[in-house]
Each structure stands twice: as C-alpha cells, then as structure tokens.
C-alpha cells in the first residue's frame, strides 16, 4: 500500500473549473494504477477517472466524459483530476486510489480493484 493525499476540493459555482491532486506520501506510487472515486451522501461511492501505470490508457465515467480530465506526472509522483463545466450533480467527497500493477496499461473502474485510499477532498457545487 501507499499512502494517498488528496487536495484541491472547495465550494464553487456550477459551470466553474477545480483541480484536484493526489500525491503519495513518503513513497513512490509510479507503478501504480490510480483512480479517482466519489461518494455524494447517501450514495454509494462511484468510479470518476482511470489511468494506467504506463499514461497510455485513461477512462471516464459517462457521467463526466469531456468535463473531467486525469493526468499523472511520474517525475513528479503526482496525479490530478482537471474537473471542469461543474455541475450540482458533481457535489461529492473525491477519493484518489492506487493499485500496484508494475508495468502495465490496464485501468481499473472497480472501487474493489484498489488497495490504497486516500483521506477524501470535499467538492460542492452550488447552482
């Protein structure tokens, strides 16, 4: 496992821009798949964004394909999640996840695929 920060969460206006970031702490998570998830109250928590461990594939939920954009940076041992045309609907708490994959192109949507959480980063959208 490696431990997993978020940051980058805040309240804004529907039709805004956030970006979060995830960074491992103390290790290096460059062989890893990473995701980010979210969980509104009262839902269960649901798959946002992949990308493999290689940066060749990513993956969307349909829910925010052409407004949500996941990037990592080897180098700098960071991941991001460029989230833009906010909507109320996208008001959740939003996990970044890690699964070990050595080198490797796969994705991963299933919450069960991921072994390292991090704490969570509040979003709210306000129409």
């Known amino acids: 496992q490696v431990p997993l920060v978020e940051s980058g969460g805040g309240l804004i206006q529907a039709g805004g821009s956030l970006r979060l970031s995830c960074a491992a702490s103390?290790?290096?998570?460059?062989?890893?798949?990473l995701g980010w998830f979210r969980q509104a109250p009262g839902n269960e928590r649901e798959f946002v964004a992949a990308?493999?461990?290689?940066?060749?594939?990513?993956q969307y939920a349909d829910s925010v394909k052409g407004r949500f954009f996941i990037r990592r940076d080897h180098a700098k041992n960071t991941m991001s999640l460029q989230m833009n045309s906010l909507e109320p609907a996208d008001t959740a708490v939003y996990y970044c996840?890690?699964?070990?994959?050595?080198?490797?192109?796969?994705?991963?949507?299933?919450?069960?695929?991921?072994?390292?959480w991090g704490q969570g980063t509040q979003v709210t959208v306000s129409s």
């Open positions: 103390g290790r290096s998570f460059t062989m890893y798949a």
């Open positions: 990308i493999s461990q290689n940066v060749a594939r990513t």
């Open positions: 996840a890690a699964r070990y994959t050595g080198y490797s192109d796969s994705v991963h949507n299933r919450s069960d695929d991921y072994t390292s």
